[in-house]
């Protein structure tokens, strides 16, 4: 079932049939929208209810979550604004579908609001997958992450997110009291079948 959106996120929630399971919460990449994320939620984690939203910022034509100054250079004032935005979207979808604080599970750009929402508003979600992300902030905020596990998986090979960016995000969460497991993969930006098996194996 698809649930129309009445937030002002366009939306799609699918309810899982894995009632103890923790939902998911779909983050999209630059140019994705609230559909791109549904198999890999689908393939990740079985029977979990799935939300996904649709990043509110046009580049072009092409949706994100927040603005950029240009490629991997992130406007931190319109990420903070945003990050708001979607962790109170968060919070009334947890109110109207009956959900406990999900699992963030996004990709890119999608990965780097997620890491924005642990650092700004950890008490919405159970945990995250962060699949391609970088560091959000210059001087990431305190945030207190004790009991949330997080997953890192990287790119040896990305042109977007250097290996020393991605290790400074795995050490700022870690140093916040989560549970961090950072993998780098001899891939590049784009997803392979190694991050979707990782995945799966960290969901289970
Ligand atoms: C971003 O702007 O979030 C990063 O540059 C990743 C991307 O969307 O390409």
Redesign the pocket.
């Known amino acids: 079932m698809h649930a129309a959106a009445t937030t002002p996120f366009i939306h799609v929630f699918e309810p899982g049939t894995d009632a103890a399971g923790a939902p998911l919460l779909l983050l999209h990449?630059?140019g994705g929208n609230e559909r791109d994320l549904l198999p890999l939620g689908r393939m990740a984690a079985p029977g979990a209810s799935l939300l996904s939203p649709r990043g509110q910022v046009l580049e072009g034509t092409m949706p994100?979550f927040f603005r950029?100054l240009s490629?991997?250079v992130?406007d931190e004032d319109d990420l903070r604004r945003r990050t708001h935005e979607l962790a109170d979207f968060i919070e009334e979808a947890r109110a109207r579908y009956d959900l406990a604080p999900p699992t963030a599970l996004g990709f890119?750009?999608g990965a780097?609001i997620a890491a924005s929402l642990l650092l700004l508003r950890p008490e919405v979600l159970a945990g995250a997958a962060l699949l391609r992300a970088?560091s959000p902030y210059a001087q990431p905020p305190k945030a207190d992450l004790a009991g949330k596990r997080v997953l890192l998986l990287s790119g040896g090979l990305d042109p977007?997110v250097a290996e020393e960016d991605a290790a400074r995000l795995a050490a700022t969460l870690a140093d916040d009291g989560a549970a961090v497991e950072h993998r780098t993969l001899p891939v590049g930006h784009g997803l392979s079948q190694a991050d979707v098996g990782l995945l799966r194996g960290w969901l289970a």
Do not use: C, K, P, Y
């Open positions: 990449g630059t994100r950029r490629e991997g992130l890119s750009n780097n970088m977007i």
